[in-house]
T-cell receptor, first 112, second 112 residues
Framework: DAKTTQPPSMDCAEGRAANLPCNHS???????VYWYRQIHSQGPQYIIH???NNETNEMASLIITEDRKSSTLILPHATLRDTAVYYC?????????????FGKGTRLSVIA | DAGITQSPRYKITETGRQVTLMCHQT?????MFWYRQDLGHGLRLIYY???????DKGEVPDGYVVSRSKTENFPLTLESATRSQTSVYFC???????????FGPGTRLTVT
């Protein structure tokens, strides 16, 4: 699976959009981009995933560049409860249910 | 209750003791995983299982033993606990063909 690079930390004002970047320049055609988050002391939680089209669900939006070498997770109206570590993971969907490989992620602090 | 549960939630043990951490899921997911998370670090995979009686090593398997006699249970045993195994342990499960891993609440283990 391709390696990802994320900034170690970011701040965001409450109510503003949080844009979390992820670089995955070695991503291959069969690899999806997944985002998980981990709120303090809890297990990670799935947020969203995508292949090449932009995706949106009730939690977030995922914007993937046309060359697929980077992506951005957008939390449109960040709240204090969105403070967490966000993990960007690239994984080949066709490889079966192989385990996710977690990097160090981005620690997002939402500030009142 | 439906979901994935771990027990105990907190455990203190002495060096050299055997400890078993339990994980139970009610979805009949084929895949189950054990991760450890050390302070300030991301999650590292210890072992995983694709089905009952099928297990594979992850990134950091040394010092751990797993079994999967039933689909819903995936216990993790530390045969002779060491201080370096002080960590938070997360269990997760995933259905075949799914893209989402569901994580348990974690077990905080301290080895003195």
């Amino acid at each position: 699976d391709a390696k990802t690079t994320q900034p170690p930390s970011m701040d965001c004002a409450e109510g503003r959009a949080a844009n979390l970047p992820c670089n995955h320049s070695t991503i291959s055609g069969n690899e999806y981009v997944y985002w998980y988050r981990q709120i303090h002391s809890q297990g990670p939680q799935y947020i969203i995933h995508g292949l090449k089209n932009n995706e949106t669900n009730e939690m977030a939006s995922l914007i993937i560049t046309e060359d697929r070498k980077s992506s951005t997770l957008i939390l449109p109206h960040a709240t204090l409860r969105d403070t967490a570590v966000y993990y960007c993971i690239v994984r080949d969907r066709n490889s079966g249910n192989t385990p996710l490989v977690f990097g160090k992620g981005t620690r997002l602090s939402v500030i009142a | 209750d439906a979901g994935i549960t771990q027990s105990p939630r907190y455990k203190i043990t002495e060096t050299g003791r055997q400890v078993t951490l339990m994980c139970h899921q009610t979805w009949s997911h084929s895949y189950m995983f054990w991760y450890r998370q050390d302070l300030g670090h991301g999650l590292r995979l210890i072992y995983y299982s694709a089905a009952a009686d099928i297990t594979d090593k992850g990134e950091v398997p040394d010092g751990y033993v797993v079994s999967r006699s039933k689909t819903e249970n995936f216990p993790l045993t530390l045969e002779s606990a060491t201080r370096s195994q002080t960590s938070v342990y997360f269990c997760a499960s995933m259905g075949t063909g799914s893209y989402e891993q569901y994580f348990g609440p974690g077990t905080r283990l301290t080895v003195t």
